[in-house]
């Protein structure tokens, strides 16, 4: 069974510039998660779609955004990117029972 | 704010010795609770799910909560060197997928 698949694996982008990360969860799961992780903040909670609606929410600025799509893969967006925005960003996927299971990840840096 | 608090470490135990993780959390509602081990440079891979009081017990892994105290610990018995990597304990009240991760411990068992 596939895992938890995120595109593009790496990233470069400007400040200013907006980017658009890709996550595909596990078969049959139908919640998404992200997480940005940078070494000063730890792991932290952007948001979760469930049944393509937003279910939870953390505390990110607006300019992150996401979606997810009747086939439960998401895409999480980040606009006027800031330096401070260089992290790593996991997506999980869960059934309900809610063992989260990471991708890959992303990793962005801003110049 | 709900936290989740771990002692960063570097914990140092010898090859074959037992090694105890702890983290405590403020969420009185927290429901579930979880290790996760990140190996440097990777994604957390899930090692143990406890979500009732007392001992859970998986090969040389042993999850142990007490909700009374707000206490949730990780014991890894037989160290091996393989487990040197930071292990985030993080814990889910709410309704959906929502992780709240500790800091992490940063592992080192040494041959």
Known sequence: ?111 | QKEVEQNSGPLSVPEGAIASLNCTYSDRVSQSFFWYRQYSGKSPELIMSIYSNGDKEDGRFTAQLNKASQYVSLLIRDSQPSDSATYLCAVNGNAGNMLTFGGGTRLMVKP
């Open chain 1, 1 to 111: 069974k596939a895992g938890v698949t995120q595109t593009p694996r790496y990233l470069i982008k400007t400040r200013g510039q907006q980017v658009t990360l890709s996550c595909s969860p596990i078969s049959g799961h139908r919640s998404v998660s992200w997480y940005q992780q940078t070494p000063g903040q730890g792991l932290q909670f952007l948001f979760e779609y469930f049944s393509e609606t937003q279910r939870n929410k953390g505390n990110f600025p607006g300019r992150f955004s996401g979606r997810q799509f009747s086939n439960s893969r998401s895409e999480m967006n980040v606009s006027t990117l800031e330096l401070g925005d260089s992290a790593l960003y996991l997506c999980a996927s869960s059934r309900e029972g809610n063992i989260q299971y990471f991708g890959a990840g992303t990793r962005l840096s801003v110049l």
